[in-house]
């Protein structure tokens, strides 16, 4: 299984709604990873997971709250986001991190009105 | 942070042609990585070239890597339809202490191939 597979595909949520993203991998991966994309742009890093724990945080506002459940599971809570926030989510595992190759998931596709 | 900039932005040819993309970045690296992306969907890792190789082949993709002028460049050769896609170079991020970090990712380049 070389899957990372994302739920949902698509999500529209108001501004005052919680929703949660979802992430799996089932390759034995021991880093995951959340990336922001918008529309023409290249993927951003937001949080990064390594053995489960929260590696990295880039200075990403806390109506973002990533969670690792455990090694296959990686899942991005939204709260009281803004139509900013609009755009993919990409979730990405690579074998042990660091500057290692990426595998990613289709993305999540955020839709906030 | 951006480490990698593809050029060009844009690039149209046509079926059977090659296609060369390339990518410059600031500082030093251990590894630089090529990845497509379809329209809207997630990244797929094309290949990877370590700082110590100055060429590698892949099936119709040839990548090079000089690190004296930090640049890398993604040659597909007799382009199909299939291959239009944007296509992104990443870099390892310097971490605080001179470490190799997470990848960052380029601009792209958006490869439009015709039939």
């Known amino acids: 299984d070389t899957e990372v597979t994302q739920t949902p595909k698509h999500l529209v949520m108001g501004m005052t709604n919680k929703k949660s993203l979802k992430c799996e991998q089932h390759?034995?991966?021991?880093?995951m990873y959340w990336y922001k994309q918008k529309a023409k742009k290249p993927p951003e890093l937001m949080f990064v997971?390594?053995?489960?724990?929260?590696?990295i945080n880039e200075s990403v506002p806390s109506r973002f709250s990533p969670e690792c459940p455990n090694s296959s599971l990686l899942n991005l809570h939204l709260h009281a986001l803004q139509p900013e926030d609009s755009a993919l989510y990409l979730c990405?595992?690579?074998?042990?991190?660091?500057?290692?190759?990426?595998?990613f998931g289709e993305g999540s596709r955020l839709t906030v009105l | 942070s951006q480490q990698g900039e593809e050029d060009p932005q844009a690039l149209s040819i046509q079926e059977g042609e090659n296609a060369t993309m390339n990518c410059s970045y600031k500082?030093?690296?251990?590894?630089l990585q090529w990845y497509r992306q379809n329209s809207g969907r997630g990244l797929v890792h094309l290949i990877l070239?370590?700082?110590?190789?100055r060429e590698k082949h892949s099936g119709r993709l040839r990548v090079t890597l000089d690190t004296s002028k930090k640049s890398s460049s993604l040659l597909i050769t007799a382009s199909r339809a299939a291959d239009t896609a944007s296509y992104f170079c990443a870099t390892p991020a310097r971490n605080y202490g001179g470490s190799q970090g997470n990848l960052i990712f380029g601009k792209g380049t958006k490869l439009s191939v015709k039939p």
């Open positions: 990405a595992s690579s074998l042990l991190g660091g500057a290692g190759e990426l595998f």
């Open positions: 997971y390594s053995y489960e724990k929260l590696s």
């Open positions: 390759m034995g991966h021991r880093a």
């Open positions: 500082t030093s690296i251990n590894n």
């Open positions: 070239i370590r700082s110590n190789e």
